[in-house]
């Protein structure tokens, strides 16, 4: 019987094990290695970092969708692929060997070599990250509250991403209970992204654009672009704009660090060929250096045939990635013709700005207001149905439409 070691229990981690125990029942052994006993919804992590939801409310344990008959699950830290041996070098394990290995071990954010990035700044890419944003910020408020600095009231994020900017609008719909910890009005508590593009939120144009960049400035969120980060210190960020040689300072005392969006360091440790952590994968979504290692969601690069740039790596795509592996999989397991090159079709994106309103586009029209609210968290039960099933989806889905 072959082995399946699945790295990550992520979108395309945990989907790639629930479609190999629906489609492949008894005729596989599956390893699921995972850094924590649950699974969590990665487009969700603003709810936490802006405290509006504990982690829970977005979580589920692993343990529950296994089919433990032919699954088995083991929290570790991955150390290291070794490709040549057909082994996971794991932190706290012996080394756990496979026939097929699906890579799905999320992204990190890397300081980009900006001095003081990693020290004075926190990065969201997981849920321990989103809780330290959480705890800090209170901290700040309640500094306030004891020595009134201004700079506790300030909070600076490096990028406007999608993922920033969502966070920016939670954070923004929760300036009344920040405010409420610091004693002061809602308005004394700032939020300034900055961002080295030019174009704000180019995925977006025309009405959809326009709407998102309005909210974004009724919830009194700054957009500094184009603007470089410099530097990041304990109490600031550096940055320059477009032709100036002009350092410039946001005194603040909550840096976000949302820029260098990088595939995890095992895909460099382990010796694939990469760019920042993202392997350029196959038409079977195989790395160049195995055929039998898939490499899925964050750690791939798969380019738009149309624009002849990588995808956006997203949760609808790594579930896409997920089931065509299990496919793949499948048909080399039973000696069967493989299926055709991988083919991403993309249904569009909405992004969140607050509890209530969010923009963008689906299935070839653009969605403003409550309406792309209620179809990003449509969206967000979707993938929940996929990885958890009914009952993960009725216990941590958001039903909350028109809230």
Request: with cysteine.
């Given at each position: 019987?072959?082995?399946?070691?699945?790295?990550?229990?992520?979108?395309?981690?945990?989907k790639?094990v629930?479609?190999?125990?629906?489609?492949?029942?008894?005729?596989?052994?599956?390893?699921?290695?995972?850094?924590?006993?649950?699974?969590?919804?990665?487009?969700?992590?603003?709810?936490?970092?802006?405290?509006?939801?504990?982690?829970?409310?977005m979580s589920?344990?692993?343990?529950?969708?296994?089919?433990?008959?032919?699954?088995?699950?083991?929290?570790?830290?991955?150390?290291?692929?070794?490709?040549?041996?057909?082994?996971?070098?794991?932190?706290?394990?012996?080394?756990?060997?496979?026939?097929?290995?699906?890579v799905?071990?999320?992204?990190?954010?890397?300081?980009?070599?900006?001095?003081?990035?990693?020290?004075?700044?926190?990065?969201?890419?997981?849920?321990?990250?989103a809780?330290?944003?959480?705890?800090?910020?209170?901290?700040?408020?309640k500094?306030?509250?004891e020595?009134?600095?201004?700079?506790?009231?300030?909070?600076?994020i490096?990028?406007?991403?999608?993922?920033?900017?969502e966070?920016?609008?939670?954070?923004?719909q929760?300036?009344?209970?920040?405010?409420?910890?610091?004693?002061?009005e809602?308005?004394?508590?700032?939020?300034?992204?900055?961002?080295?593009?030019?174009?704000?939120?180019?995925?977006?144009?025309g009405k959809?654009?326009?709407?998102?960049l309005?909210?974004?400035?009724?919830?009194?969120?700054?957009?500094?672009?184009p603007?470089y980060?410099?530097?990041?210190?304990?109490?600031?960020?550096?940055?320059?704009?477009?032709?100036?040689?002009?350092?410039k300072?946001?005194?603040?005392?909550?840096?976000?660090?949302m820029?260098?969006?990088?595939?995890?360091?095992?895909?460099?440790?382990?010796?694939?060929?990469?760019?920042?952590?993202?392997?350029?994968?196959?038409?079977?979504?195989t790395?160049?250096?195995?055929?039998?290692?898939?490499?899925?969601?964050?750690g791939?690069?798969?380019?738009?045939p149309?624009?002849?740039?990588?995808?956006?790596?997203?949760?609808?795509?790594?579930?896409?990635?997920?089931?065509?592996?299990?496919d793949d999989?499948?048909?080399r397991v039973?000696?069967q013709?493989?299926?055709?090159?991988y083919?991403?079709?993309?249904?569009?994106?909405?992004?969140?700005?607050?509890?209530?309103k969010?923009?963008?586009?689906?299935l070839?029209?653009?969605?403003?207001?409550?309406?792309?609210?209620?179809?990003?968290?449509?969206?967000?039960?979707?993938?929940?149905?996929?990885?958890?099933?009914?009952?993960?989806t009725?216990?941590?889905?958001?039903?909350?439409?028109?809230?």
């Amino acid at each position: 019987m072959k082995t399946i070691v699945v790295l990550g229990g992520g979108y395309a981690g945990l989907k790639t094990v629930v479609a190999l125990q629906k489609k492949m029942r008894n005729e596989v052994k599956i390893i699921l290695i995972n850094q924590n006993s649950y699974h969590y919804e990665t487009m969700r992590l603003y709810e936490v970092a802006s405290g509006s939801y504990p982690y829970t409310r977005m979580s589920y344990e692993l343990a529950d969708v296994l089919d433990k008959s032919m699954s088995k699950l083991i929290i570790d830290q991955v150390e290291k692929i070794d490709i040549k041996n057909k082994a996971i070098e794991l932190k706290n394990h012996a080394p756990i060997h496979y026939d097929y290995c699906v890579v799905a071990l999320g992204f990190i954010f890397n300081d980009m070599g900006i001095d003081g990035a990693k020290e004075y700044a926190l990065p969201m890419s997981n849920v321990k990250q989103a809780q330290a944003i959480r705890d800090h910020l209170k901290n700040e408020m309640k500094a306030y509250s004891e020595d009134h600095d201004p700079k506790h009231l300030s909070i600076a994020i490096c990028g406007a991403g999608f993922q920033a900017t969502e966070l920016a609008g939670a954070l923004a719909q929760a300036r009344p209970r920040f405010a409420k910890i610091a004693g002061v009005e809602p308005e004394k508590i700032t939020i300034k992204m900055i961002d080295g593009s030019e174009n704000t939120l180019p995925m977006f144009e025309g009405k959809v654009l326009k709407y998102a960049l309005k909210q974004i400035k009724k919830h009194r969120i700054e957009i500094l672009n184009p603007a470089y980060v410099q530097k990041v210190t304990d109490h600031s960020v550096m940055y320059k704009e477009k032709d100036s040689d002009d350092i410039k300072e946001i005194v603040a005392g909550t840096r976000i660090w949302m820029m260098g969006f990088s595939g995890s360091p095992v895909i460099e440790k382990s010796g694939f060929k990469n760019r920042r952590g993202r392997v350029m994968v196959s038409d079977h979504l195989t790395a160049p250096e195995s055929k039998d290692i898939y490499v899925l969601g964050d750690g791939s690069i798969v380019i738009n045939p149309a624009t002849k740039w990588a995808w956006p790596n997203t949760a609808q795509m790594a579930l896409s990635m997920a089931n065509y592996a299990v496919d793949d999989i499948r048909s080399r397991v039973n000696g069967q013709a493989r299926p055709t090159k991988y083919a991403y079709h993309d249904l569009g994106e909405v992004l969140t700005i607050g509890e209530s309103k969010a923009a963008g586009n689906a299935l070839g029209h653009g969605y403003r207001g409550y309406l792309a609210s209620a179809l990003k968290k449509i969206i967000i039960d979707k993938s929940l149905m996929e990885t958890g099933g009914l009952k993960e989806t009725l216990s941590v889905g958001r039903f909350d439409l028109y809230h």
